[in-house]
């Protein structure tokens, strides 16, 4: 909301595509970081997964957007969206964590960044296809499980 607040909406001219491609960079970033241990431009893996989180939303409230909606949208909507995906991925994960039984506690952080990165790749092959899937779950199923093993990793990072 800082960012919002600062820049606008500008992130509004992203095409979903392009959304993806940017969760990608970061969660590639991520996975550089875990394997080489050393930062040469001096963000942390933690600010990685945050960004994750908010391209995550970010991407959902772009497949919400028509063409009717406007670049520039008012920083309290924006707000009060970004929330409401926050919360609706947020009750999601704890039915997934009742019916996997808190799996990922289990895992290693580099496996969480690996998931995202599989994830990525499934949105992009949707995205491809236009949407179209024959039995898969969709683009923000798919986006919403991004999120939350970004949420994992913070977790399991000690900063959440």
């Known amino acids: 909301m800082k960012k919002t607040r600062d820049y606008g909406t500008a992130w509004r001219i992203l095409r979903p595509s392009s959304i993806t491609d940017q969760i990608f960079i970061k969660a590639q970033r991520i996975r550089t970081l ?10 942390d893996i933690t600010g990685e997964y945050i960004g994750i989180i908010n391209y995550c939303i970010i991407a959902m409230m772009q497949l919400e ?18 929330d409401g995906k926050a919360n609706e991925t947020k009750e999601l994960m704890f039915a997934k964590n009742h019916d996997y039984g808190e799996a990922w506690r289990d895992m290693r952080i580099s496996s969480l960044t690996d998931l995202i990165l599989m994830k990525i790749l499934r949105v992009k092959q949707i995205e491809d296809n236009q949407g179209a899937t024959l039995v898969s779950e969709g683009v923000k199923a798919n986006y919403q499980d991004m999120l939350n093993y970004s949420v994992f990793a913070l977790i399991k990072l000690g900063v959440a």
């Open 34 to 43: 875990e394997e080489k241990k050393v930062s040469k431009v001096g963000d």
């Open 65 to 82: 957007s028509t063409d009717e909606t406007p670049l520039e949208l008012d920083p309290g909507a924006v707000e009060k969206d970004f």
